[in-house]
C-alpha cells in the first residue's frame, strides 16, 4: 500500500515545492534547437533583406546613368538645333568664321569631353564641287578638297568642324556619303526632319593608335523659307547638316566618370548579343554567381536603341555595410542560444537535485510518519494490555473496601496504598493514550456550558489527601458568582487536577499549595501555586515539551514521565484559552496559570456528582447483565454490583450473552467487546434486532477508548462506551441514569 501510494505523494510533494511534473531533462536542447532555428531564420530575413536593399541601391544607381545619358544626348539634341536655328535665321550665307564663333558657344571639348567637335556639312551637287571646293578656299580653308576621289550624285563632304585640332583638320572635306552607314544614317535625318544617331562607325578623326568607336548625330538643315511638309519636299529643300562626331569611349566615359565607380557598365547600339558594343568600362565584369544582380536597360536616343547593361563590381557587395548585418546576427544569435542553453541546463539541473531532495524529503516524511503511526499503535495497544490487569485490580479493590472485612489498620492502610499506587498507574496509562491521541489531533472536546467553580472544586478534592500524606497546606480561593465557561468538564478537570498533583509532588513536605480560581479582565483565570522546588528560568518554557523534565532524577522517584504539562497546555490550548508557567527560581516555588474565554451563558451548575458512588445506599432494583469472558473480572464486576443493590445476572461468552439478555430482559446489559466466537458488536447487533433502544440500556465494555472505537459501538447499538479499568464512579453514574430512566415506566 505504501508502494502505491508513494508516487502520487512525490506528485504532491514536487507540486508543493513549484517542481511540476518531471525533471525535463530535455528542455534545455529543445531551448537550443529552437534558438538556433529562430536565429537561421532571422540570418535567412537578414541576408534576403540586404539583398533586396543591394538590388535597390543597385538599380538606383542604373536608373542615374541611364537618365544622365539621356540627358547629355538630349543636350547635344538641343546644341545642334541650335546650329540648325543659326542656318536658318541667317539673312547671308554662313561662313566659316560665323559658324565657329557659333560653335566655339559651345565649348565642344572641353564642357563636353565626349564631343569630339561641333560640325557642318553642306550638301553639294556633283556638278557644282569644283565651285564649292573653290568657295572654302575663299573662306581660309586653302588645301580644302573633297575627298574621297571618285564621281558620286551629291557629296557630303566636312565643311566646318570646330574644335579645329589635328584629328578635326584630317577630317574636312571628306564625304560622308561616301561611306554606307553615314550616308543611311544623313537620308533618315533629311527625310524626317529630326535628329538622327548613327550606328557605331570608325571616325574619320582616328587618326592615331588609340582607335575608338565613333557615332554621328546629323540634323538635317533646309533651305529657308522652302516647304518641308512632305518627304520630297524635304528633300528638295536639303542644304546640309549639322552635325557632332563622338568618340564612344571618351563620351561614355564623360558621363560615367560621375557614377558609382563599383559598376561596370557596358553600352550596346542595339540589343546586347546581336548589336555593336558602343562602350565597355574598364572594371572587371562581376564573377558568375553575381549576375544575377545584372541589370538591363533599353534607351531610345535620336532614333536608336541603345542597351545599357550593368553589373556590380565585386566591391559593391562587399563596400555594403549591410552584408556585415548576417554574421553578427547569425554570430549573436547563436552565442545567445548556448548561453540560454546553459542557463536552462543549469536551472533543469537544479530543479532535477530539487527532485531528489524532495523525493528524500517525502521519503522522510513518510518514515517519520510511519515512526508515528507505530508509536500511537504500540501506546494504544499497551494502554489497552494495561487496562485490563488495572479493571480487574480495580474491582478487585473495590471488592475488598466495600466488604468491611477490613479491621485491622495495617489492611486498611496496605488497601489505601494499592487503590493510590493503581490510581497513578491508571492515570499514567491515561496521559499516554491522551497524549498520543492529542498529537494526531483525535480527541474531540464534549463541550457543554458550565460553572467552572464546580470543576475547579472536583480537581482540588482529588488533591486534599495527597497533600494531606505531605502535610502540606492546601488553600483555596474561589469565587462567590459562577464562572460560566463551555468546555469539557472531563479535561479540564484533567487539567487541573495535572497542575495540582505536580505541586503536590515537587514540594516538600510542610509546604503550601495554593488553588486560586477568579474572573480576571473578562477572562476565567486559573492559578496553581506551590511553595515547592521551583522552576530555573531557562526551564520554563521546555517544561511543556513532550517528556521534558527539569531533573530527571527526582521526577523518576516521584513517577512522572513528562506527559502531563504537554497535555495540559494542549487541551487547554483546544479550549482557546493560555497555560503558563512561572517560577523565581530554584527553590522559590512555581505558579502555573490557566486562562480561559468565559461565555456570557450563565451556565447550569453542571453539578458534578463527586465521590457519590462511595454511598453505600442501595439502589431501586435494577436488573444487570454481565457478558464477560474473563472469569475474574466478570465475578468481581457482578459483586460490585450486587454490593450496590441491583439484581446480577451474567454470562461467559458471546452467544450465551444474547440468549439471557433476551430471556431475561434485564434493563440494563454490561458487554464486553473483546469476547471470543462471538464479539461485543455482534451481541449488541443481535440484541438491538429484537429489543427496542428504551428497554434495554447496552454498554460497551472496552479496552479502547478511542474516537473510532465509541463509533463502532455506538453504530452496534451501544448506549454507552467505557473504557477498562472501568471507574466505579462513572458506572454508577450510568446505572443510575438507567434507574431514573426506567421510574417513570409503567411496571411491566
Ligand atoms: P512529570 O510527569 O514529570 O511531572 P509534567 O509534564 O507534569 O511531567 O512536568 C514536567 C516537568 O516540569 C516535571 O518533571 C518537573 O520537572 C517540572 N514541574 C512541573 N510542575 C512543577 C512544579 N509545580 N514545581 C516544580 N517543577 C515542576
Redesign the pocket.
Known amino acids: 500500500m505504501l508502494s502505491e501510494s508513494e508516487p502520487v505523494e512525490q506528485t504532491a510533494t514536487r507540486r508543493r515545492l513549484g517542481l511540476g511534473f518531471g525533471r525535463r531533462a530535455w528542455v534545455p536542447y529543445a531551448v537550443l534547437g529552437l534558438s538556433l532555428l529562430a536565429t537561421a531564420l532571422v540570418g535567412r530575413f537578414i541576408a534576403a533583406t540586404t539583398a533586396e536593399v543591394q538590388r535597390l541601391h543597385f538599380e538606383d544607381a542604373a536608373s542615374a546613368v541611364v537618365r544622365s545619358v539621356a540627358e547629355r544626348m538630349q543636350t547635344y539634341g538641343v546644341a545642334l538645333d541650335a546650329g540648325v536655328g543659326l542656318f536658318a535665321s541667317s539673312r547671308t550665307p554662313v561662313d566659316a568664321d560665323r559658324f565657329e564663333r557659333f560653335a566655339r558657344q559651345f565649348g565642344v571639348g572641353v564642357r563636353h569631353p565626349g564631343i569630339q567637335g561641333y560640325g557642318y556639312t553642306h550638301t553639294v551637287p556633283a556638278d557644282e564641287r569644283e565651285a564649292f571646293e573653290a568657295r572654302l578656299h575663299r573662306e581660309g580653308y586653302p588645301g580644302f578638297r573633297v575627298w574621297p576621289n571618285g564621281r558620286r550624285g551629291t557629296y557630303q563632304p566636312v565643311t566646318y568642324l570646330f574644335p579645329q585640332d589635328a584629328r578635326n583638320r584630317a577630317a574636312l572635306g571628306y564625304d560622308m556619303r561616301s561611306q554606307a552607314t553615314r550616308a543611311e544614317t544623313m537620308d533618315r535625318a533629311r527625310d524626317t526632319g529630326q535628329a538622327v544617331l548613327s550606328e557605331p562607325v570608325v571616325l574619320v578623326q582616328e587618326i592615331d593608335e588609340d582607335v575608338q568607336r565613333g557615332i554621328l548625330l546629323y540634323v538635317p538643315v533646309y533651305r529657308p523659307g522652302a516647304p518641308t511638309e512632305t518627304v520630297e519636299e524635304r528633300r528638295a529643300a536639303l542644304e546640309g547638316f549639322v552635325y557632332a562626331p563622338f568618340r564612344a569611349e571618351d563620351l561614355f566615359e564623360g558621363i560615367f566618370e560621375q557614377q558609382p565607380s563599383n559598376v561596370s557598365y557596358s553600352v550596346y547600339d542595339g540589343e546586347p548579343g546581336s548589336g555593336a558594343l558602343l562602350y565597355q568600362s574598364g572594371h572587371v565584369t562581376g564573377a558568375p554567381d553575381e549576375l544575377e544582380l545584372s541589370l538591363v536597360r533599353s534607351l531610345d536616343v535620336a532614333g536608336r536603341t541603345w542597351t545599357l547593361v550593368f553589373r556590380p563590381e565585386p566591391q559593391f557587395l562587399k563596400s555594403s555595410a549591410d552584408m556585415l548585418l548576417v554574421p553578427l546576427s547569425v554570430g549573436i544569435g547563436v552565442i545567445v542560444s548556448f548561453a540560454l542553453f546553459f542557463l536552462v541546463l543549469r536551472e533543469t539541473r537544479a530543479r532535477a537535485r530539487a527532485i531528489d531532495v524532495a523525493t528524500e524529503l517525502q521519503r522522510s516524511e513518510q518514515r517519520l510518519r510511519d515512526a508515528s503511526r507505530a508509536k500511537d499503535e504500540f501506546l494504544a495497544m499497551l494502554g489497552h494490555e494495561l487496562r485490563n490487569p488495572l479493571a480487574a485490580t480495580r474491582s478487585a479493590l473495590e471488592v475488598l473496601r466495600l466488604s468491611g472485612d477490613l479491621h485491622d489498620d495495617d489492611a486498611v492502610a496496605a488497601l489505601a496504598a494499592a487503590e493510590r499506587q493503581m490510581l497513578r498507574q491508571k492515570h499514567l496509562v491515561d496521559d499516554l493514550l491522551d497524549v498520543s491521541r492529542v498529537s494526531r489531533g483525535k480527541i474531540a472536546l464534549r463541550r457543554e456550558d458550565l460553572d467552572l467553580r464546580a470543576v475547579f472544586a472536583e480537581a482540588v478534592e482529588t488533591a486534599r489527601a495527597p497533600a494531606r500524606e505531605k502535610s502540606q497546606q492546601l488553600e483555596v480561593v474561589a469565587p462567590a458568582q459562577p464562572i460560566p465557561v463551555n468546555g469539557d468538564p472531563t479535561r479540564l478537570v484533567q487539567v487541573l487536577q495535572?497542575l495540582l498533583s505536580?505541586?503536590v509532588?515537587?514540594?516538600p513536605e510542610g509546604g503550601t499549595v495554593t488553588a486560586s480560581l477568579a474572573l480576571e479582565e473578562g477572562q476565567a483565570v486559573a492559578r496553581v501555586r506551590?511553595t515547592?522546588?521551583?522552576?530555573p528560568s531557562e526551564?520554563l518554557d521546555r517544561?511543556f515539551e513532550l517528556f521534558?523534565?527539569?531533573?530527571t532524577s527526582?521526577?523518576r522517584s516521584?513517577g512522572?514521565?513528562?506527559?502531563?504539562?504537554?497535555l495540559s497546555r494542549r487541551l487547554v490550548e483546544m479550549h482557546g484559552g493560555t497555560l503558563e508557567a512561572h517560577?523565581d527560581g530554584p527553590g522559590l516555588g512555581?505558579e502555573?496559570v490557566v486562562r480561559l474565554p468565559v461565555t456570557d451563558r450563565v451556565s447550569s451548575p453542571a453539578s458534578r456528582e463527586r465521590a457519590d458512588w462511595e454511598t453505600n445506599g442501595r439502589d431501586q432494583s435494577l436488573r444487570v447483565l454481565v457478558v464477560e469472558d474473563n472469569d475474574d473480572a466478570r465475578s468481581l464486576s457482578e459483586r460490585l454490583l450486587r454490593r450496590w443493590g441491583y439484581d446480577v445476572m451474567s454470562a461467559a461468552d458471546g452467544e450465551r450473552g444474547v440468549r439471557v439478555a433476551l430471556e431475561e430482559r434485564p434493563d440494563v446489559a454490561l458487554v464486553d467487546i473483546g469476547l471470543p466466537n462471538m464479539d461485543g458488536f455482534e451481541v449488541a447487533r443481535r440484541i438491538r434486532s429484537e429489543v427496542p433502544l428504551d428497554q434495554m440500556v447496552l454498554v460497551a465494555v472496552s479496552g479502547y477508548g478511542r474516537e473510532e472505537d465509541r463509533k463502532r459501538s455506538a453504530e452496534a447499538g451501544f448506549d454507552q462506551h467505557l473504557t477498562k479499568p472501568v471507574e466505579p464512579p462513572e458506572l454508577r453514574r450510568i446505572l443510575r441514569e438507567a434507574t431514573a430512566a426506567r421510574r417513570p415506566a409503567p411496571p411491566a
Do not use: E, R
Request: cysteine-free; proline content about 0%.
Open positions: 495535572n505536580n505541586a509532588k515537587y514540594t506551590d515547592g522546588i521551583g522552576i526551564a517544561i521534558a523534565q527539569v531533573d527526582l521526577a516521584t512522572g514521565l513528562g506527559i502531563g504539562l504537554t517560577s512555581s502555573f
